[in-house]
């Protein structure tokens, strides 16, 4: 694609394109904010990397206003979201955006803490589901009000014992269901090793 495509061509390009060269589009330094803005829930990454976005957002400081939740939710769960669109999230009145933030990689401990203890317990949930949780998480998050929460945990392969046996005693069927059901999946699995 060449640089000399003027932003309506852009636009018209991102309306009738096969999805490579919407992806272009989103790319495309000349792009505008509004067609970012579109294709922004397709092409995060693309539209992350962007050349212009840090100038349309100096020039636009309502930028991610106008644009749609689902395109500014994928935009911050990408791995290569920049601090300052992780902290318009952190601090959106939409729970949608801590729910998507939550999920992002590289969040530090204080990210971390804010959304562990945020009053949704879908973002909660949402912290409950990282890979990386550190274990005083998992042994907070354990003891959460929401059931939902501690159906997440209840999920994970990677619990330990501690969190495990808090879970059996939990007093929703529900999450005593789901651990009984992921110990039989992982004896059906792992037949030869003895799990707890």
């Known amino acids: 694609m060449t640089a ?17 060269v919407r992806a272009a589009v989103a790319a495309h330094p000349n792009t505008s904010a509004a067609v970012l803005g579109r294709l ?3 092409y995060p990454a693309e539209v992350l990397s962007n050349p212009a976005l840090s100038l349309l957002r100096l020039a636009h400081p309502g ?18 979201a920049p601090d300052w669109l992780r902290r ?45 949780l550190p274990p005083q998480w998992l042994a907070t998050l354990v003891s959460d009000p929401d059931y939902g929460v501690r159906l997440v ?11 495990l046996e808090i ?6 069927l529900l999450i005593r269901q789901a651990l009984t059901q992921r ?12 799990l707890k």
């Open 167 to 172: 879970l059996e005693k939990d007093s929703s």
């Open 40 to 42: 922004a829930t397709d």
């Open 183 to 194: 110990h039989q999946l992982l004896s059906w699995w792992l037949p030869d090793i003895e």
């Open 88 to 132: 318009y999230a952190l601090a959106h009145p939409d729970a949608r955006f801590q729910v998507a933030v939550a999920g992002h990689p590289e969040l530090s401990a204080t990210e971390l803490e804010l959304l562990a203890r945020h009053p949704i317990w879908q973002v909660r949930a949402r912290v409950a589901a990282r890979t990386d």
């Open 153 to 163: 945990l209840a999920a994970r392969a990677d619990l330990p014992t501690p969190v």
């Open 4 to 20: 000399e495509l003027t932003a309506a061509q852009l636009t018209l390009l991102a309306e009738q394109s096969p999805p490579e």
């Open 63 to 80: 930028l991610l206003e106008g644009w749609p939740v689902d395109a500014v939710s994928n935009l911050v769960a990408q791995p290569q």
